[in-house]
């Protein structure tokens, strides 16, 4: 009786794959394959000049981080959250975020707290924080709120929020978030937060984390509202 190999990822493949994975997850990030939008091999292949093969391994990846979903009948499109689940998401990150700063005031080494400072001082740096761009468009090792889940050196935690969650509330964070004035506040009370994670103080850690992904929720769900209904009147017209 013949068995049938698992197939086999190659090397080239798996690095193609990586590359095409970063320019999606990008793209989708910053709007420019907008929420809903429906997205097919051919197009796709034809845009980034990639094979089926290694294609299909970053699209895997994109589905598994929630960025892209499958419909029945549809095909494959870009994750449009409704307004009842984008409220669901930043209460679920609320809730596990200021969880993650408390335990971050109990466990951050003094190096880590020191490389949370270099983060701020590099995003002081960037002149774009000034027009409401530079804090919602950095990734992993350069996010903030990256970096202090990782200092709260809780597995379980990370997993959530930095693998399961992570590229979705980065979506939200930079699509409804990177303008007005939110930028310069937020860059405000992520100072405080380090304050107290450095002094050890776990309760005003968690306080002023659950405050900070509040007014967040609240200024994401504003922006979010006005593009539905700026969306709403152009399909009137």
């Given at each position: 009786?013949?068995?049938v190999?698992p197939?086999?990822?190659?090397?080239e493949?798996?690095?193609?794959?990586?590359?095409v994975?970063?320019q999606?997850?990008?793209?989708?990030?910053?709007?420019e394959?907008?929420?809903?939008?429906?997205i097919?091999?051919?197009?796709?292949?034809k845009?980034?000049g990639i094979s089926r093969?290694p294609?299909?391994e970053a699209?895997?990846?994109?589905e598994a981080?929630r960025l892209i979903?499958?419909?029945?009948?549809v095909?494959a499109r870009?994750v449009k959250?409704?307004m009842?689940?984008l409220l669901?998401?930043f209460?679920?990150?609320e809730?596990?975020?200021s969880?993650?700063?408390?335990?971050?005031?109990q466990?951050m080494t003094?190096?880590?707290i020191?490389g949370?400072r270099e983060?701020?001082?590099?995003?002081?740096?960037?002149?774009?924080?000034k027009s409401?761009?530079?804090?919602y468009?950095r990734?992993?090792d350069?996010?903030f709120?990256?970096r202090?889940?990782q200092?709260?050196?809780?597995?379980?935690?990370?997993?959530?929020l930095?693998?399961d969650?992570?590229?979705?509330?980065r979506?939200?964070?930079?699509?409804?978030s990177?303008s007005g004035?939110?930028?310069?506040?937020?860059?405000?009370e992520h100072?405080r937060i380090?304050?107290a994670?450095?002094a050890?103080d776990?309760?005003?850690?968690e306080?002023?984390?659950?405050r900070?992904?509040s007014?967040s929720?609240a200024?994401v769900?504003?922006r979010?509202a006005a593009t539905?209904?700026?969306?709403?009147?152009?399909e009137?017209?």
């Amino acid at each position: 009786m013949n068995s049938v190999a698992p197939e086999q990822t190659s090397p080239e493949v798996r690095t193609l794959a990586e590359r095409v994975f970063h320019q999606l997850q990008d793209a989708i990030v910053r709007g420019e394959l907008a929420p809903g939008s429906k997205i097919t091999e051919p197009g796709l292949s034809k845009t980034y000049g990639i094979s089926r093969g290694p294609l299909r391994e970053a699209m895997r990846r994109l589905e598994a981080h929630r960025l892209i979903e499958r419909v029945p009948h549809v095909g494959a499109r870009v994750v449009k959250l409704s307004m009842k689940e984008l409220l669901e998401l930043f209460d679920v990150r609320e809730a596990l975020e200021s969880m993650a700063a408390r335990l971050a005031a109990q466990n951050m080494t003094r190096e880590e707290i020191a490389g949370l400072r270099e983060v701020l001082a590099l995003h002081e740096r960037q002149a774009d924080l000034k027009s409401g761009e530079a804090y919602y468009q950095r990734e992993g090792d350069l996010d903030f709120h990256y970096r202090i889940v990782q200092g709260s050196h809780n597995r379980m935690l990370m997993t959530m929020l930095c693998d399961d969650l992570y590229y979705l509330v980065r979506l939200y964070r930079t699509q409804f978030s990177a303008s007005g004035t939110r930028p310069q506040r937020a860059f405000v009370e992520h100072h405080r937060i380090v304050d107290a994670i450095e002094a050890g103080d776990a309760e005003l850690a968690e306080l002023l984390m659950r405050r900070h992904v509040s007014a967040s929720r609240a200024n994401v769900a504003d922006r979010y509202a006005a593009t539905l209904k700026q969306q709403q009147a152009e399909e009137t017209v």
